[in-house]
């Protein structure tokens, strides 16, 4: 078995960058720092196009390059500071830190040129890559995690209780568009066995391609890490196993974000905000943002005591100020990351992460010698609950956050745990909104029944009691001879979301129809008025999406509202039964990765991906493929790998990331990984250096 403390001198591999038969990269350097600069190096050299939409991301410079469709999000990135947020959290770090992070940039810096060289979205808009500066990565790893957290969420819910009253909110109480619904469980050791923990899971985020994690191997003669790492950030933030201890996050549904309603006053270029003591100023400067193809737009930054103010509300004519953990403590918990990846226990990695900012994760750890603990690792502020549910007055005294921050100690395990985003007893204090527990105790079930971790992954048992029970609860002498037949065809299913089920297939159409027909209701009617907010938000505020998402919540309240749900029941079985047949699941629940489509290349690749991935799953499912019932059937989110972490024997470890480890079309390794990704299957981790071949490419250089 491999031993997880590093590898044995005469056995050291050259320095660079190995490659398995995935084109996985397993890098060796003699230092931390220059292992972190072989890691931007390979991200650059794999990832090009990627990694430079995110550093014009989170520079709010994305317009620049690809047009004026991104100027709300350019808007948003400047009005939000996130540029200038990274800045100040890089500043705080430990010298260390500083240096280590740096030399991350600058491997960028050194093989940018050539990736880019490479990448068809370049040649496609005429651009040229730029170079990075050492606060990069953490404003790539803000952009990953800004609208990860509950403040859209809260638009909403405004929404919600300014149109149907404040009572109505606990409708849409399921998780939202922009969350997570990610599985992470741990198995104990087997005494009897022998066997030591296993832990595994897969987490879901949007499907966007390239994919939003690298697969990688770090190793030098401190540590020997594999994991999942995101592209452009240094180190394994979220899922790594470095052979004595393992680790894996799920997103802890943790509230953290606070919305502020402000009032600003203007004399000139002077802007005041109302405050408990009367007014006081508020910084306010102007930024350019060019844009390919259209005129420079000018975007007003301000910030208040509260945050940066990143919107306002249409209708009462207020700002809305951010106020986040990262901005306020000026930390990402960015210290955590050298310490996760020279961990040797399940202590090494609660300690290493005692640090750590946000995202809010539930993070499950077990080692070579049986320990499992599982913890919850972020900052959640003390304050008012009213800050939890809706933007609030920032002038309020009563409204500040208190200093403190609540609290979850690392509790130690001895039996299966899962995480699902579900209301656990280390949570529950943390956040408002979490996922329906189906996941969670699905999950649960599998691994009491002694089900294998990859066969785990792909369980398509729909949760859906209500909408399920609402089908059965029809009476079935008014339905015509067809909708007839649908229901009974409907209630005799075994609710799996299989690809080649057409019983799934023909749910997935009438869920579509109720959904529809729920948006039309006049009950719902007032939740269709103008919304407030900017369309950046539209994700988290259009209704026919909301509804879509929150269906067996609307479906359950809408009686509360005056409203019967058994007709609108009907009539979308008339109306599928009317039409088509609507065909297997896997044909309506297509793969729809997003990226720009800047280059006609990769559009075809693309336009391949979707007609030719037919997808099992669907939210409410272990198997988390998202979609929006009602708006669509294609898949737009799920799982964006899959692992499952051996502390018996790292080399019998597995994983699979849904394309491949490249982002260039061209190359072999761009979507290699797809077809497996599909159907469930998992590559091999590997670990053997004599099994790599080791790359000639200009990512290897001399530093």
């Not at 990688?216 to 594999?226: G, M, Q, S």
Request: charged content about 25%; glycine content about 10%; aromatic content about 6%.
């Amino acid at each position: 078995m491999e031993s997880g403390t590093g590898t044995p001198p005469g056995d050291r591999p050259t320095s660079g960058v190995h490659r398995d038969r995935w084109g996985v990269p397993h890098l060796w350097a003699d230092t931390a720092d220059e292992l972190a600069r072989w890691q931007g190096r390979v991200a650059a050299t794999d990832r090009a196009w990627q990694l430079e939409v995110e550093r014009w991301r989170a520079e709010g410079r994305l317009a620049a390059h690809v047009g004026p469709t991104e100027l709300d999000w350019d808007r948003f990135a400047r009005r939000a500071r996130l540029d200038d947020t990274a800045r100040r959290c890089f500043d705080r770090l430990t010298p260390a830190a500083r240096r280590w992070v740096t030399a991350y940039a600058d491997g960028v810096n050194d093989a940018l040129p050539a990736g880019a060289a490479a990448a068809p979205e370049f040649a496609a808009t005429g651009g040229t890559p730029g170079r990075w500066r050492p606060w990069t990565p953490l404003g790539v790893f803000l952009v990953q995690h800004i609208l990860f957290g509950t403040f859209p969420q809260k638009l909403w819910h405004a929404h919600v209780a300014a149109t149907l009253g404040p009572h109505a909110r606990e409708l849409f109480a399921v998780e939202g568009p922009g969350g997570s619904g990610s599985n992470a469980w741990a198995l104990p050791a087997d005494p009897t066995t022998g066997r030591g923990p296993v832990i595994a899971g897969d987490p879901h985020r949007l499907l966007e391609l390239p994919g939003i994690y690298q697969q990688i191997r770090l190793a030098c003669p401190e540590f020997d890490v594999v994991g999942l790492a995101f592209p452009g950030v240094p180190g394994l933030p979220h899922f790594g196993h470095a052979g004595d201890v393992a680790w894996a996050v799920t997103n802890a549904m943790a509230d953290y974000q606070d919305l502020y309603r402000e009032q600003l006053r203007r004399d000139g270029d002077r802007v005041v905000v109302r405050d408990a003591d009367g007014w006081v100023p508020a910084h306010r400067h102007v930024e350019r943002i060019e844009v390919r193809g259209g005129a420079t737009e000018t975007v007003e930054v301000i910030e208040t005591p509260r945050g940066p103010v990143v919107d306002h509300d249409r209708h009462t004519g207020e700002a809305l100020s951010l106020r986040t953990p990262a901005r306020v403590t000026e930390s990402l918990g960015f210290e955590a990351l050298l310490p996760l990846l020279r961990a040797r226990t399940a202590d090494d990695v609660a300690d290493a992460l005692r640090g750590w900012v946000e995202p809010v994760n539930s993070v499950l750890v077990a080692d070579r010698h049986g320990t499992v603990l599982q913890l919850v690792a972020g900052l959640v502020p003390q304050r008012d609950d009213r800050c939890r549910r809706e933007p609030v007055p920032g002038w309020e005294p009563r409204y500040r956050w208190r200093g403190d921050h609540a609290t979850a100690k690392p509790v130690e395990v001895g039996g299966p745990v899962v995480c699902a985003n579900d209301r656990r007893d280390d949570t529950a204090h943390l956040g408002v909104d979490f996922a329906p527990p189906h996941r969670a105790h699905r999950i649960g079930e599998l691994l009491a029944d002694g089900v294998a971790e990859p066969t785990v992954h792909t369980d398509t048992l729909l949760g859906s009691t209500v909408l399920r029970g609402l089908l059965a609860r029809l009476d079935p002498g008014p339905l015509s001879g067809p909708a007839r037949r649908l229901r009974d065809r409907l209630t005799g299913w075994d609710g799996r979301m299989a690809a080649d089920s057409t019983d799934a297939g023909a749910f997935a159409a009438w869920r579509a129809a109720l959904v529809r027909h729920l948006s039309a209701h006049p009950a719902l009617a007032p939740l269709h008025s103008p919304g407030g907010y900017d369309p950046l938000f539209a994700p988290w505020t259009d209704p026919l999406a909301r509804i879509g998402h929150a269906v067996e919540g609307v479906v359950a309240g809408l009686p509360r509202l005056g409203g019967a749900v058994e007709p609108l029941a009907v009539a979308a079985l008339e109306e599928v039964a009317a039409g088509d047949p609507p065909g297997p699941w896997g044909r309506r629940h297509l793969l729809h990765p997003l990226h720009l489509g800047v280059s006609e290349v990769v559009a075809d690749r693309v336009a391949a991906m979707r007609d030719g991935t037919a997808l099992g799953g669907d939210t409410n499912c272990v198997l988390s493929t998202s979609s929006v019932p009602g708006v669509s059937d294609a898949c737009w989110r799920g799982p964006v790998a899959r692992y499952v972490w051996d502390l018996t024997d790292r080399a019998a470890s597995r994983w699979i990331v849904p394309f491949g480890v490249s982002g260039r079309p061209d190359d072999p390794h761009f979507a290699d990984q797809l077809p497996l990704w599909a159907t469930g299957g998992l590559i091999p981790v590997g670990t053997d250096w004599h099994t790599l071949t080791l790359t000639p490419h200009p990512e290897t250089r001399t530093p």
